[in-house]
């Protein structure tokens, strides 16, 4: 993979779209998402560079699993790395599973996420993805509110803030995240433009 990617602006639509062709094509969903992970991580690692602690954010979906596969890399890296998950892992299925698995086996410290749980480091936002529609519910508008709160660096995955792809406006501490940076895959780069 590149170092350096392409800069491109896609819409949530154009998004899926990419991740379907590049399946069909015969890339797999989990090399996808490890793509992904790995440019993210360097973005991180640019970004942030002793930072040292990685908090992540995940909820129930493959934008879950590219969470866990960061946090995968930043424990191997050496970095203290904890996951709070907002969806029971159990329940993940396919390819954010099997990253799951990956973050497991790699030592990252994985924990349900609680009202009081703390926020430190750097924080890595995976909790909805591009086939988020209406506003953030329990408890990831919660979730949403202590990342906004925290002051800390926040790195979004999918989405930067907002509750969806098609409006881009912030609607208030329910639905909307800050972001200093957002990474998308493929491209893992800042990638959504406004409109549809």
Not at 51 to 57: D, E
Not at 91 to 120: C, N, S, T, Y
Request: one cysteine or more.
């Amino acid at each position: 993979m590149h170092d350096e990617l392409p800069f491109q602006l896609y819409s949530a639509q154009q998004v899926r779209d990419l991740d379907a062709q590049l399946i069909a094509g015969g890339l797999p969903g989990l090399e996808l998402m490890r793509r992904a992970a790995a440019a993210a991580w360097r973005s991180l690692r640019h970004g942030w560079p002793h930072a040292g602690t990685l908090c992540v954010l995940a909820g129930g979906g493959n934008n879950a699993g590219d969470g866990y596969l960061v946090a995968a890399l930043a424990r191997k890296a050496g970095w203290q790395a904890r996951v709070w998950h907002l969806a029971d892992p159990t329940g993940l299925q396919g390819d954010a599973a099997l990253a799951h698995a990956e973050a497991l086996a790699a030592g990252v410290d994985i924990q349900p996420w609680r009202a009081d749980a703390p926020l430190e480091g750097l924080v890595v936002d995976a909790l909805l993805g591009t086939g988020l529609k209406g506003a953030a519910r329990e408890p990831y508008a919660a979730a949403i509110e202590r990342i906004n709160a925290s002051e800390l660096p926040v790195v979004a995955i999918d989405l930067p803030f907002r509750t969806g792809c098609r409006h881009r406006r912030r609607r208030g501490p329910s639905g909307a995240r800050r972001s200093d940076y957002h990474l998308h895959r493929p491209q893992a780069r800042p990638v959504h433009r406004q409109g549809t």
